[in-house]
């Protein structure tokens, strides 16, 4: 299977909010305050209005990811992203991760499926495509890099 960078997207976020224990785990959500991306096709920024990362810790210790974001283009075309996806790892590298603490990376699982929306001409291709990000927590936010499937 081959792949194209897409883009690195940063994401910064706020404190995030505790719904509490639900049907299959516990929910919270994290506001995403910014960001930007940038790749080979596109860059531009992550807007915060209506941006969060929907969490559902399961009691096997995965982490459901479910972001969904704004992207404006520097030429000002919005993107609607939807990425849905697992993180999980050995307890203490998730408890690491839970400090803020920068962790490699590869010690940990941290995928997702990103889809993209846009009537923006310029971006209309991402309209077209299936990708896949590998991702890495950081204390202000997580780094997502971007792949599309060729």
């Known amino acids: 299977m081959n792949t194209r960078l897409l883009m690195i997207l940063r994401v910064t976020v706020a404190t995030p909010r ?32 209506g941006s969060a990362d929907w969490l559902l810790l399961r009691a096997d210790g995965v982490l459901e990811l479910d972001l969904r974001a704004t992207l404006r283009t520097d030429d000002g075309g919005l993107i609607a992203m939807r990425s849905f996806g697992l993180r999980h790892g050995p307890p203490e590298v998730i408890e690491a991760l839970a400090r803020g603490e920068a962790v490699d990376p590869a010690a940990y699982y941290f995928r997702t499926t990103p889809r993209f929306e846009t009537s923006h001409p310029a971006c209309a291709f991402l309209n077209h495509l299936i990708t896949v990000a590998t991702g890495d927590r950081r204390a202000e936010g997580p780094i997502y890099t971007i792949h599309e499937l060729l």
């Not at 516990?26 to 920024?45: A, K, Q």
């Open 18 to 49: 505790s719904i509490g224990a639900v049907p299959h785990g516990t929910r919270r959500t994290v506001p995403i305050t910014g960001g930007d991306f940038e790749g080979p096709r596109l860059r531009g920024s992550v807007l915060p209005e």
